[in-house]
């Protein structure tokens, strides 16, 4: 996960500069512009957010930052054409509408602008010995339900530090709809993006060491995916 927040703002610094405007989608309290700020003189005039916790956006609009609350799900609320950069890192898998949201993300950059995803994958070889175990694989924290962490057919991938919120009414860490990297790559040429680059990060369960050789010769069943689309 590292490696993959590092690759994605390097993507993000190359929409930087005196003209920049980015979005940030699943702005939290707005902790990011923090990293954006430090490593690529972000001002803050250049940094919005959407957040749907009322909470934690106004938290981010308490440190002067410019933090929307809203929900990803229904669209964004801007003009055509707004923003140089979108960002959604960890994020598409937490929506019920993502195909929606990406069409949103389109009609919202400017010409040549670019959106930076960062998202897991579903199509990991994880995924699959899992199934062919007769298991239930989650590619997210937590399934729906407590009861099913207690159960030897589910396999939870999260630490132990994180607390289980699967049966809130709006739950932080459940995923919902997780693309394949080659659908979410066919997906954004579809809607009009006209450059698409993926990478992959995470082949389990290859040894560690393999993995950087690996991610790049099959990036397709990485399990966690940055996306790159110029508009």
Known sequence: M????????RQIEACSGPEAAILDCGANDGWAFDVLAERF???????????????CAEQGRARGL?????????????DDGSFSCIQALSVLEHLLNPCRFLKACHRVLRPGGRLVLLTPNISTYF?????????????????????LLERAEMFKV????????????????RHLIVFSYRVLHDYLRAIGFS????????LYPFPVFMQPVLERLD???????????KK
């Open 158 to 173: 999260s630490g132990a530090d994180r607390q289980p919120d699967t049966e809130d009414d709006t739950p932080m860490h």
């Open 41 to 55: 003189g972000i001002k803050r005039a250049q940094y919005h957010g959407i957040e749907w916790n009322a909470r």
């Open 219 to 229: 990036p397709y069943h990485c399990h966690q995916m940055v996306f790159v689309a």
């Open 195 to 202: 450059q698409v680059h993926g990478r992959g990060f995470g």
């Open 66 to 78: 410019d933090i929307a609350q809203g929900d990803l799900n229904q669209g964004i609320a801007w």
């Open 2 to 9: 590292h490696r993959a927040y590092e690759a994605a703002y």
């Open 127 to 147: 995924t699959a010995v899992l199934i062919l175990l007769g298991r239930m694989p989650s590619s997210g924290p937590h399934p729906d339900s407590n009861e």
